[in-house]
């Protein structure tokens, strides 16, 4: 039973060879350190003025926030009051229209580096993107008058490259999703980018795309065994398939054998009760008077 069950197994290993996709390219890594340009000031102690804000060109019914609260976004900072109003007014977006209704959008799928090379053109877009949640915190909120008292924060490794985060705020996680700074969950999200928010890295301060979204879309583990494959999950169920056959053969062969009537108990005296018995003194004896009787004498003369 085992040898064919094994044969099986490593076929189908061996057909899954070719379908294996081969190694993607590696992509370019992208350099997120933020570097602070020299100031060229021509007086001494002079004060640096803030230029004013650039406008966002799009229609107000396409974006998540007004476009001058918009523009008031600085990239390469971390968070500031200017940010506040486009940041709370998108939030307010998000959770009027719903997950769903988010996910039903026409968002427009884009990778890392369309965000991190064109902050302003994506600010307050709908966007969506796929890739693995490497770790997911709570934080509290500031102080506001919206009701939000906290988000989670998720740092995403985004589908097809860099190994560079994308920072993803959601107001709500699905329920059994885990949570910590460890963790591996694939999914979908749909979001608004909000700008290239600076954080502090280990090495260096860096910059990140960061979004805003309801909730992710959770690719929930498969129920198999870890690691576990298509092919894999194939062979496990022929080998059982040969056992479930070879059990019902070996049950149908028997079956004769277990179909054949007991004949009755038998006592062995009775079977025994039409058979003489002898000692052997009373056997000699008669051997001795057959072989005086006149009907011996004449077997022995034909013989």
């Not at 996910?103 to 600010?123: C, H, N, T, W």
């Not at 998720?154 to 994308?166: F, L, M, N, R, T």
């Not at 290239?196 to 583990?221: G, H, N």
């Not at 051997?287 to 004449?298: C, I, Q, T, V």
Request: charged content about 25%.
């Amino acid at each position: 039973m085992m040898p064919p069950a094994l044969a099986l197994f490593l076929l189908l290993t061996w057909l899954e060879r070719p379908w294996d996709r081969p190694p993607p390219a590696a992509t370019p890594q992208v350099d997120t350190v933020l570097r602070s340009a020299d100031l060229q000031r021509t007086i001494d102690g002079s004060v640096i003025i803030e230029a004013d804000p650039k406008p966002v060109w799009a229609a107000a019914e396409d974006l998540g926030a007004t476009p001058e609260s918009l523009a008031t976004v600085r990239d390469d900072t971390v968070f500031r009051p200017g940010d506040d109003e486009a940041w709370f007014q998108i939030w307010q977006r998000i959770r009027s229209t719903g997950p769903e209704a988010l996910r039903r959008a026409g968002a427009r799928r884009v990778g890392f580096a369309e965000l991190f090379d064109q902050p302003i053109s994506f600010r307050g877009r709908l966007i969506r993107f796929s890739g693995t949640i490497h770790r997911l915190q709570k934080v509290e909120a500031p102080p506001n008058g919206y009701g939000i008292d906290g988000y989670w924060q998720a740092w995403v490794e985004p589908d097809g490259g860099p190994a560079s985060p994308i920072v993803v705020y959601f107001l709500g996680i699905p329920d059994g999703m885990p949570v910590g700074m460890k963790v591996c969950e694939s999914v979908d999200l749909v979001g608004y980018f909000f700008k290239r928010w600076a954080y502090q890295a280990s090495d260096a301060i860096r910059t990140a795309p960061l979004v805003m979204a309801a909730e992710p879309i959770w690719k929930r583990r498969s129920a198999l065994t870890p690691g576990g494959t298509f092919i894999g999950g194939v062979a496990l169920a022929g080998m059982a398939g040969l056992v479930a056959v070879t059990a019902a053969a070996i049950w149908l062969a028997d079956g004769p054998r277990r179909r054949r009537p007991a004949g009755p108990d038998v006592d062995l005296s009775t079977a025994l009760a039409g058979i003489e018995t002898l000692t052997p003194e009373e056997s000699l004896r008669r051997l001795e008077a057959e072989a005086a009787s006149p009907d011996s004498d004449r077997l022995e003369r034909h013989s």
